[in-house]
């Protein structure tokens, strides 16, 4: 039941394509911890903002913008550079406050019935399978279908100007009753208030949302009063949010940052957890394998029991061709994580690496437990169709290739594809249902 319910996500987004027009492109960053201190920063906010722990969906991008919006009715798109460019975690908490108010405020539906355009409200129906069939592992690229809205619509952009000016102020109120100071919310602001463009006063009026200056001043008032009545919120909470929030931007600043840079700005940063672990990420991409491994072996020493720790360790150990301490280490890893897909599924891609008849049942079987899990992720679901071929299984070969390139948005090769799992696997199996689903809706795409 899993499995039937996750391919509709490619058939969701193949139909979302052929409604709402062209896609764009995004590398999409998945990344089991900081997808897990995404939801763990953000749960006092969704809370507040009167929705379930689960209701609220994160996408991460690769790109230098400090944005962040809403798809789908409860997605929030985050670019990398958002997380990059606020230090501290209330500032991010207080974006996603923001994006919230977008939510519970239903501003995606009354933006579609303004705009009066059946295509883009349509296209908004099926974002969402879209947006959570995020194709993931090194450049794979992910299409959005934004919708075909006509941005030169003055009215349109008077009521966006209006959506933002209300989400400002709920923003507001949310922060405070999840007990997160809402000045954070002034603070990005102020930021963004330094990174307008030139002379974008002289264009307030073709602008999506109210100058920055003009926010402010706005909801100060707002602002302080918040303050006042902020709830309680458990110290030791803010300490653990503020602490996997700088791990997440130590994993963008070594991954993304200048490697070299790193290690000259940190040389002398002493054994700090934080310096340590971009100065490990930074050696890795230099490449330098070995103080990469000698500075992940202090992070395991400061914390033995952290299976992201233990994964980081395991991808060096791969990439740089060491199969057998790399298997090791993801068992470790997912061991200590054994719900967290992506740790089985760099599990799974050891595994498949040894090249063993024996290793590669084993690598099937943890596959398919990381596809059960999480069917998302486009480097698992090629890591998967490796292991199907190798064991001659040809038809669920194609099919999961035919999944993975559906998510890619790909929908030539995904037809192809499904069109050769069709033609192998037992007509009438669920498998076979799968590949004839992918195949109806490639030709709703053409």
Request: net charge neutral.
């Amino acid at each position: 039941m899993q499995r039937c319910l996750r391919s509709s996500l490619a058939v969701l987004v193949m139909m979302a394509a052929a409604v709402s027009g062209p896609a764009w492109p995004a590398e999409v960053i998945r990344d089991a911890e900081i997808e897990r201190t995404l939801k763990q920063v953000s749960a006092p906010v969704v809370e507040a903002a009167g929705l379930a722990p689960d209701a609220v969906d994160f996408l991460l991008i690769k790109a230098p913008e400090l944005n962040a919006f809403v798809v789908g009715g409860r997605t929030i798109v985050i670019n990398s550079g958002l997380i990059m460019k606020l230090e501290r975690v209330e500032m991010f908490q207080a974006v996603i406050a923001h994006e919230l108010s977008h939510i519970v405020g239903g501003h995606l539906v009354q933006r579609s019935l303004v705009h009066g355009d059946v295509n883009t409200a349509a296209g908004l129906g099926f974002i969402l399978g879209l947006a959570t069939a995020a194709a993931g592992g090194g450049s794979a690229g992910f299409g959005i279908a934004v919708g075909t809205i006509d941005a030169a619509r003055k009215g349109l952009y008077a009521f966006s100007r209006s959506q933002e000016t209300s989400a400002d102020r709920m923003s507001v109120r949310i922060l405070a009753d999840a007990g997160i100071d809402p000045q954070a919310a002034i603070d990005v602001l102020e930021l963004l208030d330094r990174q307008e463009p030139l002379g974008a006063a002289d264009s307030r009026y073709l602008r999506t949302h109210p100058l920055s200056a003009m926010r402010i001043g706005r909801i100060r008032t707002l602002v302080d009063d918040g303050t006042k009545r902020l709830a309680a919120l458990d110290p030791a909470v803010k300490e653990r949010q503020r602490y996997w929030y700088a791990r997440a931007r130590a994993k963008f600043r070594g991954f993304l940052g200048s490697a070299s840079r790193n290690v000259r700005e940190l040389e002398g940063s002493g054994r700090g957890e934080i310096a340590t672990l971009v100065r490990a990420i930074s050696h890795f991409r230099l490449p330098d394998f070995e103080q990469a491994l000698a500075e992940t072996d202090r992070l395991l020493e400061l914390r033995p029991g952290d299976p992201f720790y233990h994964e980081l360790k395991a991808q060096f150990l791969l990439e740089s061709g060491r199969i057998d301490p790399a298997v090791r280490s993801y068992r470790k890893a997912a061991s200590l994580a054994p719900e967290e897909s992506l740790l089985l599924a760099g599990l799974g891609r050891a595994q498949l690496a040894t090249n063993e008849s024996g290793s590669l049942h084993e690598a099937l079987a943890t596959l398919e437990r990381a596809y059960d899990l999480d069917s998302r992720d486009s480097r698992m679901l090629r890591d998967l169709a490796i292991a199907h071929q190798r064991l001659g299984n040809q038809g669920m070969a194609a099919l999961v290739t035919a999944e993975r390139y559906a998510l890619e948005t790909r929908f030539d090769q995904a037809a192809v594809h499904a069109d050769r799992a069709y033609r192998t696997l037992p007509r009438g199996s669920p498998e076979w249902q799968r590949a004839r689903d992918i195949l109806l809706a490639t030709e709703r795409v053409h």
